[in-house]
């Protein structure tokens, strides 16, 4: 039995389509489980089996953990996110599970000034004194943030940054969802830490104009300043300081460290990456 948290996220839902296909018994976990079983059964997974469990309640962890001997966690970044990515870890080792599979950050170094990467680095340290044999999945950005360029594309024909013409990593979560299921029923790929990526970079420019010539309307990239950024996302776009202070910290780091593809998702599927040109084929109507 696998238990996944966090399988209403992109990647949960990715992941459990997944293991669904090929049988593997899965309990999806949820802190609503009513709202989550209204779900699966508009997505006619229906079989899948719930629990109700919530990541600050060790109790409920422990109580949808028995029985699992796997467990797959993908929480979304929270300032919390130390206290109960720790908590699942513990509850974990207290209920017999035996194997953990971990969505983290790739920005591990500790001189990285990104405090996401910083909270990712201590619960990588408590899942490595946990005692449990783990798996780490380090995924770079993901293709599907990009749907949150959309609304400023559809009414503007234009998206903002700070990055100017640096390439960046991105990669698709059913990718990730992918590799993630093999880690889970493929005992010999569990162990490592994977850093997951596409096969290319790809600047904004370049983002800006593969969308013009699919929507067929010019996109413009509009390149800011990073208090310019951070003002447009709190005070526009309303996101929470702690996270718009996390797309910007992310941005400047990207123009100072160089991103390169690795080839970890070929080695564990045996196949490329999805593109990000196939990508953008696939969900054009998001961006028009």
């Given at each position: 039995m696998i238990?996944?948290?966090?399988?209403?996220?992109?990647?949960?839902?990715?992941?459990?389509?997944?293991?669904?296909?090929?049988?593997?018994?899965?309990?999806?976990?949820?802190?609503d489980p009513g709202k989550l079983r209204h779900r699966l059964e508009a997505q006619r997974r229906s079989a899948v089996e719930i629990a109700a469990a919530d990541?600050?309640?060790?109790?409920?962890?422990?109580?949808?953990?028995?029985?699992?001997?796997?467990?797959?966690?993908?929480?979304?970044?929270?300032?919390?996110?130390?206290?109960?990515?720790s908590a699942i870890i513990q509850s974990a080792a207290q209920?017999?599970?035996?194997?953990?599979v971990k969505i983290s950050s790739p920005l591990f170094e500790p001189s990285a000034p990104v405090a996401v990467a910083g909270w990712h680095r201590e619960i990588e340290k408590v899942l490595k004194n946990s005692g449990l044999d783990y798996t780490v999945l380090r995924p770079y950005a993901f293709m599907q943030n990009l749907f949150g360029?959309?609304?400023?594309?559809?009414?503007?024909?234009?998206?903002?940054?700070?990055?100017?013409?640096?390439?960046?990593?991105?990669?698709?979560?059913?990718d990730?969802?992918?590799?993630?299921?093999?880690?889970?029923?493929?005992?010999?790929?569990?162990?490592?830490?994977?850093?997951?990526?596409?096969?290319?970079?790809?600047?904004?420019?370049?983002?800006?104009?593969?969308?013009?010539?699919?929507?067929?309307?010019?996109?413009?990239y509009i390149h800011?300043?990073?208090?310019?950024?951070?003002?447009?996302?709190?005070?526009?776009?309303?996101?929470?300081?702690?996270l718009a202070n996390h797309v910007v910290e992310i941005q400047t780091l990207s123009m100072k460290v160089p991103e390169r593809p690795t080839d970890s998702i070929k080695q564990l599927l045996g196949r490329a990456p999805r593109t990000l040109d196939a990508f953008l084929q696939e969900y054009a109507d998001r961006f028009r």
């Open positions: 238990a996944i948290i966090g399988a209403t996220g992109t990647i949960g839902q990715a992941l459990l389509e997944r293991l669904r296909d090929v049988d593997v018994p899965v309990r999806a976990l949820s802190r990541a600050s309640d060790p109790d409920s962890l422990r109580r949808a953990f028995a029985g699992a001997d796997q467990v797959f966690f993908a929480l979304s970044n929270s300032p919390d996110q130390v206290k109960e990515e209920s017999g599970v035996r194997h953990l360029l959309a609304p400023t594309i559809a009414a503007q024909n234009g998206f903002f940054g700070i990055m100017g013409d640096t390439p960046c990593n991105f990669v698709d979560c059913r990730i969802a992918d590799a993630a299921a093999e880690v889970l029923t493929r005992p010999g790929r569990r162990g490592g830490i994977y850093t997951l990526t596409g096969s290319e970079t790809y600047s904004y420019p370049e983002i800006a104009s593969r969308l013009s010539e699919i929507l067929n309307r010019p996109i413009l800011m300043e990073p208090a310019e950024l951070l003002h447009h996302l709190t005070e526009r776009a309303r996101m929470p300081l702690w």
